[in-house]
């Protein structure tokens, strides 16, 4: 064996990217899920807001006509569950809904920093979107380590 031609395997490493990897596969299916919601109501489903509505423990969920829906909860009306960051209950997942519902955003917190999807055009380690769109900074996760770093949108504005 020739020196100095060892392989370092990083397994954080690899945990993180398998963590990312699962946030961005979770987010487009519920992507195709509000494509259909869309079709079939001519707009997107409202969002909890940066408020408590009846019915959601927390900020920033969909909240269609029959009920605010939690991260991790079924959407029986679509036979689709609601995706929920595979890590723990310290980082989030955003759904932000425009005005009259033609528009939604929907934000994570990727592990990696080096991902090539992360944002483009970060302020303050978060995506443009956040800030322009009042949603609370850090609203991915409790700390400015895991900031709203990656997002996707309605085919018709940007994250």
Excluded: H
Aim: charged share 15%.
């Amino acid at each position: 064996m020739a020196a100095g031609l060892f392989t370092f395997i990083d397994p954080i490493g690899q945990i993180e990217k398998a963590n990312d990897t699962k946030r961005k596969s979770d987010i487009e299916q519920l992507q195709r899920t509000l494509e259909v919601y869309y079709n079939d109501n001519g707009s997107y489903p409202p969002s909890s807001g940066n408020f408590v509505i009846s019915g959601c423990t927390g900020t920033y969920r969909i909240n269609p006509p029959t009920g605010c829906l939690e991260w991790g909860a079924s959407w029986t009306s679509y036979s689709t569950l609601l995706p929920k960051d595979p890590t723990s209950s310290t980082r989030n997942y955003i759904y932000f809904a425009g005005v009259n519902g033609q528009s939604y955003l929907i934000y994570a917190n990727l592990q990696k920093s080096t991902d090539p999807q992360i944002c483009s055009g970060l302020v303050n380690g978060e995506c443009p979107g956040i800030a322009s769109n009042g949603i609370a900074a850090n609203s991915c996760g409790p700390s400015t380590s895991k900031p709203c770093n990656y997002g996707v949108s309605s085919p018709n504005v940007s994250p």
